[in-house]
């Protein structure tokens, strides 16, 4: 199994940017698509962002134009670049990994708080 920790969270201020990070251990991250979701107090979780496989992105229309999701195989990383950060993109960020075959996203982080000041 694949293990994921997140960090780069933290406080910014609105128009600002942050990088996140998603850390695996346990096995290669190419094996995964991997996604970003995010969850704000009282609120579902979102989906974010997402990477595949062989490299395709998609995009929450909220973040595009706005996020950029990457990854790198070598380091067993998978990044999220958030600029032009609003008060609304408050929330707890979570990394999930899901192999090819899987329906869901059943390898999640502990998550990372990201907090944008109006």
């Known amino acids: 199994q694949v293990q994921l920790g997140e960090s780069g969270g933290g406080l910014v201020q609105a128009g600002g940017s942050l990088r996140l990070s998603c850390a695996a251990s346990g096995r290669a991250l190419s094996s995964y698509h991997m996604g970003w979701f995010r969850q704000a107090p009282g609120k579902e979780r979102d989906d974010v962002a997402r990477?595949?496989?062989?490299?395709?992105?998609y995009y929450a229309d909220s973040v595009k134009g706005r996020f950029t999701i990457s990854r790198d195989n070598a380091k067993n990383t998978v990044y999220l670049q958030m600029n032009s950060l609003k008060p609304e993109d408050t929330a707890v960020y979570y990394c999930a990994a899901k192999l090819s075959y899987s329906s869901d996203f059943n390898y999640w982080g502990q998550g990372t708080q990201v907090t944008v000041s109006s």
């Open positions: 990477i595949y496989i062989g490299g395709t992105t």
